[in-house]
């Protein structure tokens, strides 16, 4: 497999080329990194949602929009399909990477964590990249500056002039676009959490409703995640059975029903303190090559309504 920055590098360079066409700004820093705004001193947009879907997977997904009901109503959603979910998904899009410096707060995602290597999928997958160039989308509220470029470079041992850096708030179209299309990496993450080994997860597709953007980064956070938790559905084929895929959907979990803005609340906001099995879909198809086919969850579209404001 070719190096997943080099792929996603090539699907920088079209955001930098149509960037007007996007609502995306490109601003060079300093020290010659790039940072483009796809959604936080802009408007971003849904284009600009599903083009950072593939950067963040690395090419290595086709990502697109239907139009599907919730509790009624119309609404966009999105569709993410990959056939590599081990590498696109949990050594791509996961996010899990936290940038903390001078003040600066973002959540990380994309390629540019796999020239680390240092979370435990990594080891799980046996892939760590290397290449000349990093690409890690940033969850923010504040566009990256030079030292998040500098840390972003002496972490991944490329040259800072090397280093592109997406930003998007969650209280953005991207930021709803792009959380509507994890779905998919929740379950396959959800597996490889619950012992299954994710490179017997041969393909897999996932849909999720994109949330109205809120007018503040808490409740947009709690909105897109309502929006998978409770709207996700995921199709998923495997090459082997499993004694646990039951626990795979959101269905599954003490908190079930929950609001997401409760759930974040009762943790004080501090993401590591949430139980991080209700990082789930809401339904899931898992099919397994030769064998048998489970149905697994339920979406919940009462919760749904009443997250997005219905």
């Not at 899990?96 to 020239?115: I, K």
């Not at 850096?165 to 299309?181: D, E, K, R």
């Amino acid at each position: 497999m070719e190096s997943l920055n080099r792929m996603a590098t090539d699907l920088v360079d079209e955001a930098i080329d149509f960037a007007d066409e996007l609502n995306v700004a490109v601003r060079p820093l300093d020290g010659q990194a790039t940072v483009l705004d796809f959604g936080v001193d802009v408007p971003g947009g849904m284009e600009a949602g599903l083009l950072l879907a593939e950067i963040q997977t690395a090419g290595l997904s086709s990502v697109q929009t239907t139009i599907d009901t919730v509790a009624g109503a119309p609404l966009t959603h999105v569709e993410l399909s990959t056939d590599h979910p081990a590498l696109a998904l949990l050594c791509g899009q996961k996010a899990g990477w936290e940038v903390s410096v001078d003040g600066f707060e973002g959540l990380g995602s994309g390629p540019a964590r796999a020239l680390v290597a240092e979370e435990d999928v990594y080891q799980r997958v046996g892939y760590r990249d290397e290449f000349d160039f990093a690409v890690l989308a940033l969850e923010t509220e504040t566009v990256p500056d030079e030292a998040v470029a500098e840390q972003v470079a002496e972490m991944t041992g490329v040259p800072e002039s090397s280093v592109f850096l997406p930003a998007f708030s969650a209280a953005s179209i991207t930021g709803s676009v792009q959380m509507a299309a994890r779905a998919a990496e929740l379950a396959v993450f959800r597996l490889s959490e619950l012992g299954y080994d994710p490179l017997d997860v041969l393909s897999v597709t996932g849909s999720a409703p994109v949330a109205p953007v809120a007018d503040d980064e808490e409740t947009a956070i709690a909105r897109t995640n309502d929006a998978l938790a409770y709207g996700g559905q995921v199709h998923v084929t495997v090459d082997s059975e499993f004694d646990r895929f039951d626990e795979v959907p959101s269905t599954a979990t003490e908190e079930y029903d929950e609001p997401f803005a409760d759930i974040f609340e009762a943790a004080d906001w501090d993401f590591y303190e949430v139980p991080e099995d209700v990082f789930a879909p809401a339904q899931v198809t898992i099919d397994v090559v030769g064998g048998s086919t489970y149905v697994l969850g339920e979406q919940n579209h009462e919760r749904l309504a009443e997250s997005f404001e219905l």
